[in-house]
Nanobody, 115 residues
Framework: QVQLVESGGGLVQVGGSLRLSCAAS????????MAWFRQAPGKEREFVAGITWRGSPDYTDSVKGRFTISRDNAEKMVYLRMNSLKLEDTAVYYC?????????WGQGTQVTVSS
């Protein structure tokens, strides 16, 4: 069973930055396209950023130019660098495989952006 452990969230002011990390316990990690998702209060979980197994990124429009996704296949880690944070970025952030069906979701990491 794949385990996903997200970390790095916190409370930050508008315009601030955070770097999220995700550790994945799967032997074949380097074969999978990975992604970050987020779920804000009262909303459905949504895609934020993805990265192919080769390292090619893609982003939802609302975070383009502000967020950067990266991965370290040797360490089985996925990262999300978030700059110029906005109030609407407040959510619980999760990592998982890019495409459905996703693995069991981790606990996520809370990102709260305050004014």
């Amino acid at each position: 069973q794949v385990q996903l452990v997200e970390s790095g969230g916190g409370l930050v002011q508008v315009g601030g930055s955070l770097r999220l990390s995700c550790a994945a316990s799967i032997r074949t990690f380097s074969s999978w396209d990975m992604a970050w998702f987020r779920q804000a209060p009262g909303k459905e979980r949504e895609f934020v950023a993805g990265i192919t197994w080769r390292g090619s990124p893609d982003y939802t429009d609302s975070v383009k130019g502000r967020f950067t996704i990266s991965r370290d296949n040797a360490e089985k880690m996925v990262y999300l660098r978030m700059n110029s944070l906005k109030l609407e970025d407040t959510a619980v952030y999760y990592c998982n495989r890019r495409r459905e069906p996703q693995w069991t979701w981790g606990q996520g990491t809370q990102v709260t952006v305050s004014s």
